[in-house]
Protein backbone atom coordinates (compact mmCIF):
# COMPACT_ATOMS: atom_id res chain seq x y z
CA UNK A 1 0.00 0.00 0.00
CA UNK A 2 0.76 3.48 -0.78
CA UNK A 3 2.24 5.48 1.95
CA UNK A 4 2.43 9.87 2.31
CA UNK A 5 5.77 9.38 1.73
CA UNK A 6 5.25 7.78 -1.54
CA UNK A 7 2.64 10.72 -2.85
CA UNK A 8 5.29 12.92 -1.55
CA UNK A 9 8.09 11.92 -3.72
CA UNK A 10 6.03 11.47 -6.58
CA UNK A 11 5.02 14.86 -6.62
CA UNK A 12 8.26 16.27 -5.21
CA UNK A 13 7.08 18.43 -2.14
CA UNK A 14 7.16 17.62 1.31
CA UNK A 15 4.90 15.26 3.34
CA UNK A 16 3.83 18.34 5.10
CA UNK A 17 2.34 19.52 1.39
CA UNK A 18 0.39 16.54 1.08
CA UNK A 19 -1.24 16.72 4.84
CA UNK A 20 -2.13 20.17 4.14
CA UNK A 21 -3.81 19.35 0.25
CA UNK A 22 -5.63 16.46 1.93
CA UNK A 23 -6.72 18.26 4.78
CA UNK A 24 -7.04 21.35 3.43
CA UNK A 25 -5.49 23.09 6.28
CA UNK A 26 -3.12 25.55 4.52
CA UNK A 27 -2.60 27.14 1.27
CA UNK A 28 -0.89 25.62 -1.56
CA UNK A 29 -0.27 26.91 -4.75
CA UNK A 30 -2.66 25.15 -7.89
CA UNK A 31 0.02 23.83 -9.39
CA UNK A 32 1.46 21.79 -6.43
CA UNK A 33 -1.86 20.84 -5.26
CA UNK A 34 -2.36 19.53 -8.78
CA UNK A 35 0.78 17.29 -8.55
CA UNK A 36 -0.25 16.59 -5.01
CA UNK A 37 -3.91 15.05 -6.27
CA UNK A 38 -2.42 13.53 -9.32
CA UNK A 39 -0.13 11.41 -6.87
CA UNK A 40 -2.53 10.26 -4.99
CA UNK A 41 -4.52 9.56 -7.76
CA UNK A 42 -2.10 7.28 -9.08
CA UNK A 43 -1.35 5.61 -5.65
CA UNK A 44 -5.06 5.01 -5.07
CA UNK A 45 -3.80 6.86 -1.93
CA UNK A 46 -6.33 6.22 1.08
CA UNK A 47 -5.15 8.38 4.62
CA UNK A 48 -4.93 6.05 7.76
CA UNK A 49 -8.40 7.94 9.67
CA UNK A 50 -7.33 6.04 12.76
CA UNK A 51 -3.67 7.43 12.78
CA UNK A 52 -4.49 10.28 11.73
CA UNK A 53 -7.15 10.72 14.65
CA UNK A 54 -4.95 10.06 17.32
CA UNK A 55 -2.18 12.57 15.99
CA UNK A 56 -5.01 14.96 15.77
CA UNK A 57 -7.01 14.03 18.44
CA UNK A 58 -9.70 14.96 15.76
CA UNK A 59 -12.63 12.35 13.63
CA UNK A 60 -12.65 14.16 10.94
CA UNK A 61 -16.80 13.54 11.27
CA UNK A 62 -19.50 16.30 11.41
CA UNK A 63 -22.59 15.69 13.65
CA UNK A 64 -25.82 15.92 11.75
CA UNK A 65 -28.80 15.01 13.97
CA UNK A 66 -32.24 14.81 11.90
CA UNK A 67 -34.86 15.68 14.84
CA UNK A 68 -37.95 13.88 15.02
CA UNK A 69 -40.33 16.88 14.19
CA UNK A 70 -38.84 16.89 11.01
CA UNK A 71 -37.60 13.45 9.88
CA UNK A 72 -38.87 12.41 7.19
CA UNK A 73 -36.83 12.72 3.90
CA UNK A 74 -39.23 10.51 1.60
CA UNK A 75 -41.19 14.07 1.10
CA UNK A 76 -39.79 17.08 -0.58
CA UNK A 77 -38.41 18.76 2.99
CA UNK A 78 -35.92 21.70 2.60
CA UNK A 79 -33.78 18.99 4.86
CA UNK A 80 -33.18 16.92 2.09
CA UNK A 81 -31.17 20.52 0.19
CA UNK A 82 -29.72 21.48 3.30
CA UNK A 83 -28.39 18.18 3.91
CA UNK A 84 -26.92 17.82 0.34
CA UNK A 85 -25.19 21.70 0.89
CA UNK A 86 -23.45 20.21 3.87
CA UNK A 87 -22.14 16.95 2.50
CA UNK A 88 -20.89 18.55 -0.34
CA UNK A 89 -19.51 21.66 1.54
CA UNK A 90 -17.52 18.68 3.92
CA UNK A 91 -15.97 17.25 1.51
CA UNK A 92 -14.33 20.42 0.54
CA UNK A 93 -12.61 20.12 4.10
CA UNK A 94 -12.11 16.60 3.86
CA UNK A 95 -15.07 15.71 6.81
CA UNK A 96 -17.25 13.17 6.73
CA UNK A 97 -20.88 13.53 7.66
CA UNK A 98 -22.51 10.64 10.79
CA UNK A 99 -25.87 11.59 10.24
CA UNK A 100 -28.69 10.15 12.84
CA UNK A 101 -32.66 10.79 14.21
CA UNK A 102 -34.29 11.56 16.75
CA UNK A 103 -36.52 8.82 17.07
CA UNK A 104 -39.32 10.63 19.31
CA UNK A 105 -39.09 14.04 20.61
CA UNK A 106 -38.28 12.48 24.40
CA UNK A 107 -35.46 10.84 23.27
CA UNK A 108 -34.14 13.92 21.41
CA UNK A 109 -30.70 14.45 23.69
CA UNK A 110 -29.68 10.98 23.15
CA UNK A 111 -28.29 11.07 19.83
CA UNK A 112 -26.33 14.16 20.85
CA UNK A 113 -24.95 12.55 24.06
CA UNK A 114 -24.08 9.29 22.40
CA UNK A 115 -21.44 11.19 20.04
CA UNK A 116 -20.40 13.91 22.81
CA UNK A 117 -19.63 11.31 25.61
CA UNK A 118 -18.04 8.36 22.61
CA UNK A 119 -16.00 11.68 21.33
CA UNK A 120 -17.21 10.28 17.67
CA UNK A 121 -17.30 13.60 15.87
CA UNK A 122 -15.88 16.77 16.23
CA UNK A 123 -18.74 19.14 16.33
CA UNK A 124 -22.19 19.39 15.53
CA UNK A 125 -25.21 21.20 12.93
CA UNK A 126 -28.39 21.56 14.76
CA UNK A 127 -31.38 22.16 12.36
CA UNK A 128 -34.85 23.10 13.87
CA UNK A 129 -33.79 25.20 16.77
CA UNK A 130 -36.57 24.90 19.42
CA UNK A 131 -37.41 27.71 22.53
CA UNK A 132 -35.42 26.54 25.21
CA UNK A 133 -33.60 24.15 23.58
CA UNK A 134 -31.82 21.95 25.63
CA UNK A 135 -29.58 20.71 22.48
CA UNK A 136 -27.76 24.12 22.71
CA UNK A 137 -27.31 24.47 26.10
CA UNK A 138 -25.99 20.95 26.73
CA UNK A 139 -23.43 21.28 23.51
CA UNK A 140 -22.31 24.90 25.26
CA UNK A 141 -21.76 22.85 28.58
CA UNK A 142 -19.46 20.32 27.45
CA UNK A 143 -17.26 22.61 25.03
CA UNK A 144 -18.21 21.35 21.97
CA UNK A 145 -17.86 22.78 18.25
CA UNK A 146 -21.34 23.82 16.93
CA UNK A 147 -23.24 25.51 14.66
CA UNK A 148 -27.34 25.69 14.47
CA UNK A 149 -29.77 26.49 11.99
CA UNK A 150 -31.74 28.96 13.77
CA UNK A 151 -32.11 31.02 16.88
CA UNK A 152 -33.55 30.42 20.40
CA UNK A 153 -34.34 31.94 23.33
CA UNK A 154 -32.30 29.65 25.58
CA UNK A 155 -30.29 33.52 26.67
CA UNK A 156 -27.21 31.74 25.73
CA UNK A 157 -24.28 33.23 23.17
CA UNK A 158 -24.14 30.85 20.54
CA UNK A 159 -23.15 30.89 16.34
CA UNK A 160 -26.03 30.17 14.57
CA UNK A 161 -27.08 31.07 10.44
CA UNK A 162 -30.75 31.91 10.37
CA UNK A 163 -33.69 33.43 7.79
CA UNK A 164 -35.26 36.35 8.56
CA UNK A 165 -38.87 34.38 8.89
CA UNK A 166 -40.94 37.79 9.91
CA UNK A 167 -39.79 39.50 6.96
CA UNK A 168 -40.02 36.57 4.51
CA UNK A 169 -44.11 35.97 5.40
CA UNK A 170 -44.56 39.91 5.06
CA UNK A 171 -43.25 39.98 1.63
CA UNK A 172 -46.01 36.70 0.99
CA UNK A 173 -48.73 38.88 2.76
CA UNK A 174 -48.12 42.26 0.88
CA UNK A 175 -48.67 40.10 -2.01
CA UNK A 176 -51.75 38.73 -1.42
CA UNK A 177 -53.09 42.34 -0.17
CA UNK A 178 -51.67 43.82 -3.53
CA UNK A 179 -54.05 41.60 -5.00
CA UNK A 180 -57.17 42.46 -3.14
CA UNK A 181 -56.93 39.88 -0.09
CA UNK A 182 -58.11 41.05 2.99
CA UNK A 183 -59.42 37.77 4.85
CA UNK A 184 -56.30 35.67 4.59
CA UNK A 185 -55.38 32.61 7.34
CA UNK A 186 -52.24 31.29 8.15
CA UNK A 187 -51.20 27.81 9.00
CA UNK A 188 -48.18 28.24 11.35
CA UNK A 189 -45.77 25.91 12.60
CA UNK A 190 -45.81 23.63 15.62
CA UNK A 191 -45.50 26.35 18.37
CA UNK A 192 -42.92 25.01 20.11
CA UNK A 193 -39.98 25.76 16.84
CA UNK A 194 -38.58 29.27 17.26
CA UNK A 195 -39.24 30.38 14.35
CA UNK A 196 -42.83 29.77 14.26
CA UNK A 197 -42.51 32.91 16.31
CA UNK A 198 -41.39 34.96 13.60
CA UNK A 199 -43.41 34.05 10.51
CA UNK A 200 -46.43 34.64 12.65
CA UNK A 201 -45.14 38.21 13.76
CA UNK A 202 -44.98 38.76 9.92
CA UNK A 203 -48.58 37.97 9.34
CA UNK A 204 -49.80 39.89 12.08
CA UNK A 205 -47.57 42.71 11.03
CA UNK A 206 -48.88 43.60 7.55
CA UNK A 207 -52.28 43.42 8.55
CA UNK A 208 -51.74 45.71 11.21
CA UNK A 209 -50.23 48.16 8.35
CA UNK A 210 -53.01 47.84 6.54
CA UNK A 211 -55.17 48.66 8.94
CA UNK A 212 -57.21 45.03 8.94
CA UNK A 213 -57.78 43.38 12.46
CA UNK A 214 -56.36 40.34 13.52
CA UNK A 215 -59.17 36.79 13.74
CA UNK A 216 -57.41 34.25 15.56
CA UNK A 217 -60.11 32.17 13.77
CA UNK A 218 -58.16 32.71 10.75
CA UNK A 219 -55.01 31.18 12.07
CA UNK A 220 -54.02 27.42 12.01
CA UNK A 221 -50.70 26.00 14.39
CA UNK A 222 -49.88 22.93 11.71
CA UNK A 223 -47.90 19.64 11.39
CA UNK A 224 -44.92 20.11 9.14
CA UNK A 225 -45.49 17.77 6.99
CA UNK A 226 -48.63 16.91 3.97
CA UNK A 227 -50.92 16.23 5.95
CA UNK A 228 -50.56 18.73 8.76
CA UNK A 229 -51.20 21.25 5.90
CA UNK A 230 -54.03 18.98 4.94
CA UNK A 231 -56.15 18.81 7.91
CA UNK A 232 -55.01 23.02 8.89
CA UNK A 233 -56.46 23.72 5.48
CA UNK A 234 -59.80 21.89 6.25
CA UNK A 235 -60.40 23.65 9.14
CA UNK A 236 -59.82 26.99 7.87
CA UNK A 237 -62.20 26.06 4.98
CA UNK A 238 -64.86 25.77 7.45
CA UNK A 239 -64.72 28.62 8.66
CA UNK A 240 -67.43 31.20 8.26
CA UNK A 241 -66.78 32.99 5.68
CA UNK A 242 -63.58 31.47 5.16
CA UNK A 243 -60.28 32.80 3.55
CA UNK A 244 -59.85 34.14 0.17
CA UNK A 245 -56.03 33.32 0.65
CA UNK A 246 -53.72 31.53 3.07
CA UNK A 247 -50.09 32.46 3.91
CA UNK A 248 -48.79 29.13 5.04
CA UNK A 249 -45.58 28.40 6.94
CA UNK A 250 -43.52 25.50 4.56
CA UNK A 251 -44.51 24.39 0.73
CA UNK A 252 -44.66 20.86 2.68
CA UNK A 253 -47.31 21.93 4.34
CA UNK A 254 -48.86 24.21 1.41
CA UNK A 255 -49.00 20.80 -0.62
CA UNK A 256 -51.19 19.04 1.46
CA UNK A 257 -53.46 22.26 1.58
CA UNK A 258 -53.82 22.41 -2.06
CA UNK A 259 -54.69 19.10 -2.14
CA UNK A 260 -57.62 19.65 0.42
CA UNK A 261 -58.59 23.36 -1.66
CA UNK A 262 -59.01 21.36 -4.78
CA UNK A 263 -60.74 18.16 -2.99
CA UNK A 264 -63.79 21.11 -2.01
CA UNK A 265 -63.54 21.89 -5.40
CA UNK A 266 -61.39 25.22 -5.50
CA UNK A 267 -59.35 26.21 -8.35
CA UNK A 268 -56.21 27.42 -6.64
CA UNK A 269 -54.96 31.21 -8.24
CA UNK A 270 -58.37 31.57 -9.03
CA UNK A 271 -60.87 30.80 -6.38
CA UNK A 272 -58.31 30.93 -3.39
CA UNK A 273 -54.39 32.06 -3.36
CA UNK A 274 -51.71 30.46 -1.55
CA UNK A 275 -47.77 31.43 -0.74
CA UNK A 276 -45.78 28.80 0.65
CA UNK A 277 -42.60 28.78 2.47
CA UNK A 278 -39.18 27.18 1.52
CA UNK A 279 -39.15 27.09 -2.44
CA UNK A 280 -38.36 23.46 -2.42
CA UNK A 281 -37.66 21.80 -5.67
CA UNK A 282 -41.03 20.38 -6.27
CA UNK A 283 -43.11 23.61 -5.40
CA UNK A 284 -41.85 25.05 -9.26
CA UNK A 285 -43.64 21.38 -10.59
CA UNK A 286 -47.01 21.05 -8.58
CA UNK A 287 -50.29 21.83 -10.11
CA UNK A 288 -50.89 25.29 -10.26
CA UNK A 289 -46.85 25.89 -9.41
CA UNK A 290 -46.67 27.48 -5.99
CA UNK A 291 -45.85 31.28 -5.25
CA UNK A 292 -43.37 30.85 -2.36
CA UNK A 293 -40.80 32.52 -0.28
CA UNK A 294 -37.63 31.05 -1.34
CA UNK A 295 -34.88 30.38 1.39
CA UNK A 296 -31.32 30.25 0.05
CA UNK A 297 -30.71 26.28 1.87
CA UNK A 298 -27.91 25.45 -0.29
CA UNK A 299 -26.14 29.02 0.77
CA UNK A 300 -27.54 28.55 4.49
CA UNK A 301 -25.82 24.68 4.08
CA UNK A 302 -22.26 26.36 2.91
CA UNK A 303 -22.36 28.66 5.53
CA UNK A 304 -23.05 26.13 8.71
CA UNK A 305 -20.17 24.06 7.20
CA UNK A 306 -17.67 26.29 6.72
CA UNK A 307 -18.48 28.47 10.36
CA UNK A 308 -18.26 24.87 12.12
CA UNK A 309 -14.76 23.61 10.18
CA UNK A 310 -13.60 27.05 11.43
CA UNK A 311 -14.59 26.43 15.11
CA UNK A 312 -13.19 22.91 14.97
CA UNK A 313 -10.16 24.74 14.14
CA UNK A 314 -9.90 26.97 16.51
CA UNK A 315 -10.43 29.94 14.18
CA UNK A 316 -12.61 33.31 15.37
CA UNK A 317 -15.60 33.80 13.06
CA UNK A 318 -15.42 36.60 11.05
CA UNK A 319 -19.76 37.33 12.07
CA UNK A 320 -21.04 34.44 14.41
CA UNK A 321 -24.58 35.18 13.63
CA UNK A 322 -25.82 35.76 10.00
CA UNK A 323 -29.55 36.47 9.84
CA UNK A 324 -30.22 36.34 5.81
CA UNK A 325 -33.01 37.96 4.07
CA UNK A 326 -35.75 35.40 2.15
CA UNK A 327 -37.07 36.17 -1.22
CA UNK A 328 -40.95 36.27 -2.91
CA UNK A 329 -40.76 33.94 -5.80
CA UNK A 330 -44.11 34.17 -7.64
CA UNK A 331 -45.80 31.80 -9.60
CA UNK A 332 -49.21 30.47 -10.38
CA UNK A 333 -50.91 29.84 -6.99
CA UNK A 334 -52.09 33.30 -6.87
CA UNK A 335 -54.33 35.81 -8.16
CA UNK A 336 -56.55 38.60 -7.48
CA UNK A 337 -59.44 38.12 -5.86
CA UNK A 338 -62.68 37.88 -7.52
Known amino acids: MATIKDVAKRAGVSIGTVSHVINNTAAVRNETKDRVLKAIKEFD ?11 SRRTGTISLVLPAIERSMDEPSYLSDLLASIVDESKRYNFDI ?3 ASSSEEEEMTPYKRVVKGKMVDGCIITCTKRNDKRIAYLLSENIPFVAFGRSNVGLDFPYVDVDGEAGVYQGMHYLLDLGHTRIGFIGLPSELFCSEHRLKGYRFALKERGLKFDPALVIEGKTTQTGGYRSMKKLLNVDPPPTAVMISSDLMAFGAMKAAQEEGLIIGRDISIVGFDDVQMANNCHPPLTTIRQPIYKIGVLLCQMLVQLIRGEKLSERQIILL ?10 PIR
Open 45 to 55: YQPNSVARSLR
Open 98 to 100: LLS
Open 326 to 335: PELIVRESCG
